[in-house]
Structures are given as structure tokens and as C-alpha cells.
């Protein structure tokens, strides 16, 4: 059997872009992946532009689905009292539909094979990795874990994460809406969530939010939970009522877990949401999925040259705490005071007088651009 330099479970951004990265240096790789590309995922699809650089250094070209340029945010709370600010580093608005599909494509044509069947089992023998689907067993001597915010790997590698239940539910839809504002991405607050809008490539604009079950419970479909809790904010309301939603019902995903998580697991280097999930409000997720593949694939190419595993293991854990750990605290920080309507009144008094604390604030859950 081939056994392969690199396996990728799980192809979104982060594994995706690790295939890219770690094939343009000549390395074997297979990506292992459950779903078929192109495919809509739950995401507020604001990318921010930390990772801009590096995917220009890939050669990741958006020329065939040019992405819409985002320069500024509004942030409302939940009575609809409105804040503007320019965003320090700002980003683009792509489908996770045409950008997963973009990466798939570069993967594809940089010599990543790609089999789309769900692993069932990872096994580590020998120092090597033994990769089981139902159908079919893959040998490699390194493995990356980039399966999202929750897989049945994560049960099956009894993660500890898994066993605690968590709240958030997360839908989304895009929808045709002729006066949503060039350049921007929305935050508007509501009642046990928030709810994210910004242009995607198509023009269609991206609705998602993210919710608390306890207020989820109280309507009877998502369509009576916009028209209750979300339309509380005249904002949101406003949009609802003025635009049409173009799918024919919306994706809706539950057990969102913003639980720490370890970056290696049974010596398999995990990388994105399979690490840690910042909270969405962020807007920084999909940047640092991406980052991380950039972390991991540096420290991959490194071991071929040393091949000492405890070293690789210990770098890269290192290096992924000092990158994004910050991040994910100011991040839980944010989330905190946007969900307490007492804090998010006097969090948006100050920034009403000081939009510039919003700017700094922002860049606390934000990195500097990579190459
Ligand atoms: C409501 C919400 C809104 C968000 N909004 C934003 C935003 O506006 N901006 C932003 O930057 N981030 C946002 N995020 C975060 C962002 O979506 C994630 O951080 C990002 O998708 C992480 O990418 P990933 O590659 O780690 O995981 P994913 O994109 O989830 O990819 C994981 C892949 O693994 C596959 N997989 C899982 N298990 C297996 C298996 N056993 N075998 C094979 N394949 C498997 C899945 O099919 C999937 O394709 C949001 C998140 C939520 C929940």
C-alpha cells in the first residue's frame, strides 16, 4: 500500500489550504473528505484579510469568482441604536460555496488526491498512521485532523470537548436584498444572539446568525424565530421584510462548541475549527483556519528536513497557543458582553463616543497579514 507523506481528514479552509500549501512543496498528500464540492455551509462568509498574502502566495487566484470587497462594519444592538466604524484591516465577502470549491480546485490541480468518503477510524502504529473510511484503508506518515467544529472523530478519539452539550444553534441563507450597503458587513444584536449580513460574490447577501437554544425554543420554525426575536431589532426587521431569501429553506447546524480544544491530538496535528473555534461575532474564523494551515504546513515541511515527531508536535502546539489563545479570549469576552443587554447599552454608549475603542477592540481578535 502507498503510504502517503500527509493525509488531510476533513476539506474545508484549513485542510483545503494545508493541501495547497504542503503540494506546492512537493509533498504527497491525500485529502479525505465526506462531502462533494461545491456545497453551502453554515458561515457568515466575511473573510478578513490577515489572509490575503498568503493565498496571493499560493497562487489561490479569485479571478473567476471575484469576492466583495468589505471596508466597514455596523454594529447594532438589540433596539436597533447603530454604530459605524471603518474595519482596521477589513476583508471580502465569498460563498463558502465558491470558495471551498476555488481551494478543491487549486488542491486538485497542484496533484492532491482527493477520495470523498467519511473516515471512520484513525489508528497510530509503528509511527505510522493507519486512516480507515468504510470502504477503504490509507497509510501516511503524518496526519492532519481539519474536521471542522465537530466530527464523529472527535467521539471516536474521545476528545473532551464531546461529552459537554452545548447551546448555540447556527442558520443562514442568502437572500436578494436591492439596497444593502456597498463595502460593509453588518452585526445586529437580538435577543440570545446576533445575526451577521454581507454581500457574497453572486451579490446575494449572506444572512447567518447565531443563537442561544433557550431563546431558539421559544418560536415554533426559524421562519417564526426571524419574525419574533430577530425582527425585534428594526434592522433586522427591515431586511427581512424587504428582501427574499434565494434557497428554498435555511441550513441550520446545533451543538456550535467553543470549548478549548488541543492543537495535537493522539499525534494528529489538528488545524482549524478541529483546534479551537473562535466565537463568530469575530468574524475570523475562516482567517484563522487558514492561518493555521499555514502553521502546520510550515512545521510539516520543517520535520521532513529533521524527522523528529516529538519536535514537530511540540512546535506546533506552541506555536498555536502564542498565535490565536489571546484571540479566543478576547473573543469569549466579546461574545459575553454583546449577549448582556446591560453591558452591550454601555459597551455601545463608549464606542458611540469613541468608535475608535471598536477599532481596537476589533484588532484584539484580529492578526496582522501573513504571507
Ligand atoms: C454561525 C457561524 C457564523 C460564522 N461566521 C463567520 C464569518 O463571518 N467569518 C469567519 O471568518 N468565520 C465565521 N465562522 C467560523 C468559520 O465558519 C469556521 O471557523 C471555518 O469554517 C473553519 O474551517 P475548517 O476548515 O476548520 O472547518 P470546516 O469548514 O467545517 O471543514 C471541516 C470539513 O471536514 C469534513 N469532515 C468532518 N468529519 C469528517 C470525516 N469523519 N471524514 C471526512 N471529512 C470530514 C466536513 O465535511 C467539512 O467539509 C462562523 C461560524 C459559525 C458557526
Known amino acids: 500500500m502507498n503510504t502517503y507523506d500527509v493525509i488531510i481528514i476533513g476539506g474545508g479552509l484549513a485542510g483545503l489550504t494545508s493541501a495547497i500549501d504542503l503540494s506546492k512543496d512537493g509533498l504527497q498528500v491525500l485529502l479525505l473528505e465526506k462531502e462533494t464540492y461545491p456545497k453551502h455551509k453554515v458561515c457568515g462568509e466575511y473573510v478578513s484579510n490577515e489572509i ?61 488526491d482527493f477520495v470523498f468518503e467519511t473516515v471512520t477510524d484513525v489508528e497510530f502504529i509503528d509511527d505510522r498512521f493507519t486512516i480507515k473510511t468504510a470502504q477503504q484503508t490509507f497509510m501516511s506518515i503524518l496526519a492532519i485532523g481539519s474536521f471542522g467544529k465537530r466530527s464523529n472523530l472527535d467521539k471516536k478519539m474521545d476528545r473532551s470537548f464531546i461529552t459537554q452539550k452545548t447551546p448555540w444553534i447556527g442558520i443562514k441563507a442568502h437572500y436578494t436584498s436591492s439596497d444593502f450597503p456597498e463595502g460593509s458587513v453588518q452585526l445586529h444584536n437580538f435577543e440570545g444572539g446576533y445575526c451577521g449580513l454581507s454581500k457574497t460574490e453572486t451579490g446575494a447577501v449572506n444572512f447567518c446568525y447565531l443563537a442561544h437554544y433557550d431563546t431558539f425554543k421559544k418560536a415554533n420554525s426559524i421562519e417564526d424565530f426571524n419574525h419574533k426575536i430577530l425582527s425585534q431589532n428594526p434592522h433586522l426587521k427591515s431586511f427581512l421584510e424587504t428582501s427574499k431569501m ?27 475549527d478541529s483546534a479551537g473555534l473562535i466565537h463568530p461575532l469575530c468574524g475570523n474564523g475562516m482567517a484563522m483556519a487558514i492561518h493555521s494551515a499555514k502553521l502546520v504546513s510550515n512545521e510539516i515541511k520543517s520535520f521532513f528536513k529533521h524527522k523528529n515527531r516529538d519536535k514537530l508536535e511540540a512546535n506546533y502546539s506552541r506555536i498555536w497557543k502564542k498565535t490565536f489563545q489571546k484571540r479566543l479570549i478576547f473573543g469569549s469576552i466579546f461574545q459575553k458582553i454583546l449577549l448582556q443587554p446591560q453591558l452591550t447599552r454601555y459597551g455601545m454608549w463608549i464606542v458611540l463616543k469613541s468608535p475608535f475603542l471598536l477599532r481596537k477592540m476589533i484588532q484584539q481578535t484580529h492578526g496582522k497579514p501573513i504571507q
Open 246 to 272: 434565494d434557497f428554498e429553506k435555511h441550513l441550520a447546524i446545533s451543538q456550535v462548541s467553543f470549548q478549548n480544544k488541543k492543537a495535537v491530538e493522539h499525534h494528529m496535528l489538528m488545524a482549524g
Open 52 to 112: 490575503s498574502p498568503y493565498l496571493n502566495r499560493l497562487g489561490v487566484n479569485f479571478e473567476t469568482t471575484p469576492p466583495d470587497e468589505i471596508h466597514s462594519l455596523q454594529l447594532s444592538d438589540r433596539k436597533g441604536q447603530l454604530v459605524e466604524i471603518k474595519l482596521p484591516l477589513g476583508g471580502f465577502g465569498i460563498s463558502r460555496y465558491a470558495f471551498d470549491h476555488l481551494l478543491f480546485k487549486k488542491a486538485k490541480a497542484n496533484g492532491v
